[in-house]
């Protein structure tokens, strides 16, 4: 399986971890998050997620396992002979990196979870309709199916990467080894996370709110790396 990664100089790289049907360049690079850790010194290593951007795409969902995509993530560390990482995450990837801490707590120094909650959103979709949508296009009773799905496959995705995906990664959780600190940020007007400020406090984990912000601009927000760049400091 091969993953492309994107690696910018600097001190203590953070990993970071894009979320669904999307890539290290969009999330990361186009939002100034590689930007803001070069401002102050720290590099940053951005992978694409198998099945995303110029990482291979298989089609199977066993593929896309919890466990399948923070290997990838423990591959990259080894490639680049980093023992241990601060990780940021969001929406979907958020998910990946706790797979990653449950995977090889070792190598995880700090989380920032970001655009997640403790309800995992491909678990309450019907899968017959996610399947029809993405193969024929029929319109799915569930909005969020065509929100999620629909610009997407304009962008060109590949559709079975997306399902095997979808399949994969259902029902994934938040759970993270005790001991590794942990800081959660959501926007204020993103439903998906619901839950996450009770997720957060039951942890003992911080917890940062964007008013007003949607799941699409809290990832932008200069205050969530403001706070993210405090924690990891």
């Known amino acids: 399986m091969r993953i492309a990664f994107d690696a910018a100089p600097g001190e203590r790289p953070v990993l970071l971890v894009h979320g669904f049907a999307s890539t290290a360049a969009v999330t990361w690079t186009g939002s100034g998050w590689v930007r803001a850790l070069g401002e102050v010194g720290r590099g940053a290593i951005a992978p694409d997620l198998r099945g995303h951007g110029r990482s291979d795409r298989p089609h199977r969902f066993a593929d896309y396992l919890p466990r399948q995509l ?3 993530l423990v591959a990259v560390l080894d490639t680049l002979e980093l023992e241990q990482v601060d990780v940021i995450g969001y929406s979907l990837g958020s998910r990946v990196v706790a797979a990653l801490a449950r995977l090889a707590p070792e190598r995880v120094r700090s989380l920032v979870l970001g655009g997640a909650g403790p309800h995992e959103l491909f678990d309450t979709w019907d899968q017959g309709e996610v399947n029809r949508f993405l193969r ?14 629909g610009p997407a496959i304009i962008a060109g995705a590949d559709r079975e990467a997306l399902l095997a995906c979808v399949q994969g990664m259902a029902g994934c959780t938040l759970d993270v080894p005790a001991g590794i600190p942990q800081l959660f940020v959501a926007g204020g007007a993103d439903q998906i996370p619901a839950g996450v400020a009770a997720l957060a406090a039951d942890r003992g984990a ?3 709110e964007l008013p007003g912000h949607t799941h699409l601009s809290a990832l932008t927000a200069r205050e969530f790396k403001h706070a993210a760049l ?4």
């Open 70 to 72: 923070a290997a990838d």
């Open 230 to 233: 405090e924690f990891l400091n």
């Open 206 to 208: 911080g917890y940062v």
């Open 136 to 149: 024929s296009g029929d319109v799915p009773s569930d909005p969020t199916i065509a929100a999620v799905l």
